[in-house]
């Protein structure tokens, strides 16, 4: 009997938004089905794929939501980690039930399920020192201070704009539900998880778990992901159809195939990956590769992972001397 093969595929938040002015879940929602066509040719070409994905606009939303609720109505605010698993929850539905409907249109016979995944984070993270990350909505400065003062909120002036909170983006440490993720993958289930790096839970101090308001790199968490389940190829989906150094410049060259060797030289250079957007794609791949002496890594954007994967196009990060 010949192993199967075992992708991980991270698909970005944004990827479900095709249309700045059109962001209805409906708009969303075809979005995600024009994603899983091409998560279904990996499927048809005999891969077991779990599924990670980003949620960062989708609990922007959420949150604004429960802001302008709570102003006009006196309806409870939700907090950050419920958001990220209303969002899950949310997305997950619509990547399964496009995914199952186009399996079956296919003649295919698999299940798709999605599964509410935690994800450990130290609480002494240095992250937390230092959160970073944006949240929710624009703010004058009373109501900031106030939150920060009864909340106890992290704020910060946002150039002239107004105030809006922060929080931190701690590693990710351990994937909670991963003997769950594992036993789908094993009997051939297509398994959503880590949707938006994992809804953030700490320990603290007495081996139960807590949710924590931070958010985790979606790509961190779906490489931890690839590299628990030793999966042999982890694609990130992303806005590009391959990697460039020198991106924006004259000398621009973009990237067919590089060692990880190569790649690690780029990042450490500081000047070729963006701090927020690709530089930490090319880490996580870092990270997959190191653990996994046998794997091997795709960035690609989503219509393009079909001829990707026959090698027509996309950049591919693969060990040295390979």
Known sequence: MTKQKLAVIAIGGNSLIKDGKNVSVESQYQAAKETCQHIADMIEQGWEVAIGHGNGPQVGFILRRSEIAAKTAGMHEVPLDVCGADSQGAIGYALQQNLQNILYQRGIKKKVVTVITQVLVDKNDPAFAKPTKPIGGFMDEAEAKRRQQEQGWSV???????????????????????????????????????????????????????????????????SLLAREIKADLFVISTAVEKVA??????????????????????????????????????????????????????????????????????????????
Do not use: C
């Open 156 to 222: 910060v002036e946002d150039a002239g704009r107004g105030w809006r909170r922060v929080v931190a983006s701690p590693l990710p440490q351990e994937i909670v539900e991963l003997e769950t993720v594992q036993t789908l993958l094993g009997v051939g289930i297509v398994t959503v998880t880590v949707g938006g790096g994992g809804i953030p839970v700490i320990d603290p101090g007495d081996g139960n778990y807590q949710g924590i308001a931070s958010v985790i790199d979606k790509d961190f968490a779906s």
């Open 245 to 322: 150094i020198h991106f924006g410049k004259p000398e621009q060259k973009w990237l067919d195939k590089i060692t990880l060797s190569e790649a690690k030289a780029y990042l450490a250079e500081g000047t070729h990956f963006a701090k927020g957007s690709m530089a930490p794609k090319i880490q996580a791949v870092i990270w997959f590769l190191e653990a996994n002496p046998n794997g091997k890594a795709l960035i690609t954007n989503p219509e393009n992972i079909g001829r990707a994967l026959k090698g027509e196009t996309g950049t591919w990060i693969v060990q040295d001397g390979q």
